[in-house]
Every structure is written in C-alpha cells, then in structure tokens.
C-alpha cells in the first residue's frame, strides 16, 4: 500500500500505509506539508538558533536552551533508543524532510524572514520534545521560592505555593460505562497551555494494518503521545505538577589553564566548558557564550560570572577570590539519557486499558496523570514519569552544590494508581500526584468538574461540552466574603452599589457578563494594592537572573495567583487587606460614578496567543469567557492585564461505545499555513465551547489528490 492522505470538512488528516515505520514517513510527511513553519521555528528553538531569524529578542531563549544542553541531551537520548523506536523516529523525520520544501513554498512567513528550511537530524523530534517541556515543571519557581525565604522570611517559602493557582488548567475525567448512556466508557478534558498560532496540537489519524489510531499530535514528534483513541482503548493525560528538576547554586572558579572547577561535596572537580557563538539577525553583533557543565548538571544562570555581580551579599560573602557563583540545573533526561520515546510506538499499537499501563511504565518526561478506558470495561487513572529521589529541600529552593546530601536517589518515586469509581478527574490538584511536587491548582476545578459529572447517570460524548465550558468560578468565594464583611458602613454610595452588585453575582465568568466584568474590576484593584504593600517592597527590588525567568519572578502575578490565601493569611496584617478590600470597591464605585464602569468580561479578556511573527491584523483578538479556576480555564493576570495567553489547546471526548461518536476542536486549525481555508476554521466552534466532529469512515472523508504526493515526493 502506498502512503494516503484523506482530509475531514475541517481539514484533518486521516493518513494510511503499509506498516508503521512507512506510517511514520507519512505523518512527517504531512506534518511538514501542514506546518512547515512551525516545525522549523521548533527546531531552531530547540537548538538555540531563533535569533539568527527572529532578531535579538530571542538571544535570552537562545542563551538558555545552548547552556543546558538541550541539543546534545536529546542525541544522548536517542544514542539510547532501541533500533525499533530509533528506526521509527528516522522514519518521522525522513518524512519531515521530503515534505519541508513543498511546506515552505505555502507558507509566506518564510519569504517574510528570509529562512530557508533546514534538514531536521534523527534527534531532532527528541529535541523538540525537550524544548517543549523543559519549563513545563516549572523550575523557575524554585528561584522564587529562595528569594521569598531570603528577602521576606523563611516562614513564607511556600506562601505562594501552597495550592496557589499559579497558570495551569488542564482537565481530565474518566466516566464509567455505569455513568453513561451507551454503557461504555467515556475520557475527556482540555489540555491548557500557552495557546500558541499555530495551535500546539494537531489533530491526526494514522492508520497500518497493525493500528488505526486517531488523536493529538505534537508537530514534530511522531505518534500521539498525550491524547489518542485506537478504537478499542482511549487515553489522556493532564501535568500531574511534579517537582523532578533541580538547581543547585555552584561555586566555580578558573584555573590558570583556562579550565574551569566547581565545588562539590568533596573538594573542587573538574567541570567542561566551552564557548558558543548565537548570530542575530537584524544586522546585529554575534553573542558568545560559555557553556558549562558541572557534575550536578549544566549551568543555566551565572555561566559569565554577571549571576555573582548582582547577586545578594549573603550568597556571595563566602566565595573568595578569582571564583564566582552561578546556578544548575539537573533534569531527569540530561541524567538518565531517558525521555520514554520508546513508549509512543508502543501506545499506537494498545489493545487495552491495561497495555496503556505496561507502556507508560517507561515515561519520563513530563510526569502526567494518566485516564484510559477500553471496550471491554478496563480503567486507569494514574500517574507516569519519572521524580527523582532526593532531600525535600531540593523541591522547594536552589541547593548548595557543596553541601553534602542534595543527591539523587539512582531510583525514582513510584507512581500512584487509583481505582475508577463511576468517575475520576484530573485537574492539575494534588490527589493522585500529592507525593510528587510541591506547588498544584487548588482543588475548584477538580471538585466543580466531579460535581457536574455527579449530576448524571446518562453521560453522552455530547453532553460533555457542557463540562468544558463551564464559567463558575469558586475562587471569587474568599474575595466576595471580604467584601461581605465589611458592610456598608463607611462606604461611598457607588461603592455600596458595586458592593450590592457583586454580593447578587451569580459567579459567572460569562463573556457578555457585566458584573463578572465588575468582579475583575474589583480584583485587579486588590491585588494591585497588596503587591504595592510595604511588606513586599523586598521583593519588588530587581532579581539578579536572565529575563527569561521573569515571568516566575514578578510579585505581582504572583501575589494575583495567591489572593485567596494572601486574602487570610500572609505578611500583610488583617487590618490592612480590610483597608485594601475597601478602596478597591471605593476605586470601582468612582469609576462607576464617572460613567466608566468596567464592561462585560469578554471585552477585555481576550485571547493573546503567542506568535513568532505576530501578525498586525490579529490585534484584536476574541472576547473569552471563564477564568483561571473555571473549568473553562482561561489565564490572565488579575490586576495587570486581562488578556488570556493560556486557555484550552484542545478539547476531546472520547466515546468507547463508538469512536464516531467521539468529538474534538482544537483553537485555530488543522493548517498552519495562513490564508488556507482550515487556517481557523475551528476558532468560532472553541470560542462557542463546540466540538467538531470524529469522523472515521474512510468513504466519507475525502482523498487528497495523488499530485500532491507525486510533487512532495
């Protein structure tokens, strides 16, 4: 059988062939031919070369991604492949490289930045999946977390953490066949994350005599690793918010040879370095960087000695002379030369709930909460990754290299499992994952969501959307309490109008809803007030890291992300989040009173995808509905901007009854070229909570013209 590439009213692509190393080629093949620009902006961020096109902006991401490693840990890990899966990846991206070409002559962004495709290596996926996740556990944080114990407290390292709703989102439930219509299982949710265009999945079918497999793909990986349905078993996956990467802070210095030593627990030993040359684009200087690695890991922060120049006195007044400090990082896959690949081909090819498990044995990186269901009745909800065992001080800050007793375990945690009682959530909350990390989403999704699904016994794929978008949002409960308990007494009259206004609110984060539109009015001016508190002006002074860490750096959205606990509990005294709750609602009420009353939600929260070249005339992105602890998850920054850069990357619902009636949408499309009719042609049914449908007969779906492939190929 030759390759065959079908395509749905929406574009997808159904592709079939002789055996899977051929299905392989065929879905680098098409991938390519779909989104070539987006494959080569995720290879040359993978290798640390966006700059050379992109201009100086990305030299920090850049600098980054070629001091810890990225490139070389991902041939390490594909050296470790066995030569099935290693067989099966060239295949991808042979397949990749046929189609780059055909790809890049439909895509103008190449003509726009004068990049020509280049030829992706066997390793390259690999590379692309590391880049991917590589701040997907949120190591950044642990930056934060030193400086909060350093500059406000050791009693508030975890003040921000302790179920703080940070920016994750993503929702997964697994409903019984006794909870459902058909009396065959049901897996569903929305994977959220940095909403990229294009989107970050791809909504794929491959097909072989030994598979027919239909899900979510990421460009530029083969197979379909997080979300699938193969017709008689169904899986999905959520971030279970472990804690498995490590910095360390080092203290290097530099013989007179040039070569470069690190402290550690035993005496000072050798660490490699080398220097690397970034190009910029835009006619700018070249940028050289050292690139060191010590026993613990590569380092990230400090590699120019700049980290030890602005760093805090306390850090730096033991380093004597000719040294400097700097900070690791240690990841499982620079560790352990593992990032599971080697489970992918073996998910295309499960028959059963229980195949699913024995593959996802051998995962590693990202550590996920794990649904399936199959056909016969089999369930899973677990977790799969690997967390490295180490001191509990590694979870929570940056650890002195030298110091013994920060080592890992050459075994990890094990991975918990739990029965599927009716139903089961994932909802980035602790639950199954607890032992695993450090910082989660508080419980409001993961309990609204089994709530919903309580209130059925009859669940159909359909009935499912009403889930997804849902707009309650419970963590409006503390704020509103607050705002209850001060009474009316002292209050301006608009004050007391908006005070009554909110205390009538039915707490939903509906698009067209002025009072959710007057609820985030009254928020942001909370937490605006408490991030500019005297017991924060530590931490408002400037941290001495790249700037690529200053999302994870900022007071503000983190004080945004913690209001209801800094609500009860924190630095700032009772008495002044009183105050501060009673001038938000003054501020309100004379915006009120003015005439400027804040308008409907969907008026200033909307969508702010990331883009690599930004387009002018997509300034004016859609109004969204929800919130970050909706279940219709859609993040902002309360106080600071309304606009959404994480929201659903995707919505499923997988039907084991019948997978035909199994039902997706995805942000934008099933193309990444612009202009192309299923560029986004699926954002007004994700903007309306809709979902389009599976198809899988083939007689319904439509050839795509042999030419093509003749031309490709």
Known sequence: MSIEVFRDAYGVPHVRAADPRELARAQGLVTARDRAWQLEVERHRSQGTTAAFLGAAETGWDT????ARLADTARRCHDRLDADTAAWVRAYVDGVNEGLAAGAERAPEF?????????????????????????FAGFPTKLWRDRVARRLGEQWTELFA????????????VVSGERTASGAAIVAGDPHRFIEAPGVYQQIRLACPEYDVLGLAVPGVPGLAHFGHTGRVAWAITNAMADYQDLYRERLRRRPDGRVEALGPTGWEPATAHTETIEVGGGAEPVRIEVIETARGPVIIGADGEYAEGAEAAETASVGVGEWEAISLRHPPRVTGELGFRVLPALLRARSAGDVDRALDAW??????????????????????????????????IVPAWEAGHHWEPRGLPMARAEVRGHAVMANARGL?????????????????????DGSASWTAAAMAAVHTDTDNPSARRLLRAVDALGEDGLSPAARSVRATLLRWDRRMAADSTDAGLYAAVRGAVVRRLAAHEAFAALREPAPYPALFRPWLAPGPRIAFALETLLVTGPVPAADVERTVREALEEVGAEVAAGEAPPAWGVTHRLAPWQALPDEDDAQWPGLAGDHDCVLSTSSVPGYTDRSARASAARYVWDLADRERSLWVVPFGASGVP??????????????????????DWTR????????????H
Do not use: C, M
């Open 162 to 173: 302790t179920d703080g709703p940070g920016t994750a989102g993503s929702n997964g439930w």
């Open 364 to 397: 590693v990186e990202p550590v996920n909460v794990v649904q399936a269901a199959d056909t016969d009745g089999g369930l899973l909800h677990r977790t799969a990754g690997y967390v490295p065992v180490r001191d509990r001080a590694n979870s929570l800050r």
């Open 433 to 453: 994952a607890a032992p695993l990390g450090v910082e989660f989403a508080p419980s409001h999704r993961a309990e609204r969501i089994a709530a919903l699904l």
């Open 701 to 712: 779906l439509t050839k795509e013209n042999e030419d093509r492939h003749d031309r490709d």
């Open 64 to 67: 980054f991604v070629r001091q």
């Open 675 to 696: 202009g192309d009719p299923h560029h986004r042609d699926q954002l007004p049914l994700w903007l309306r909570g809709e979902l389009a449908p599976v198809v899988t």
């Open 111 to 135: 003509a726009a930045t004068g990049l020509k495709p280049g030829r992706w290596e066997p390793w390259t996926p690999l590379a692309v999946w590391l880049s991917t996740h590589i701040l």
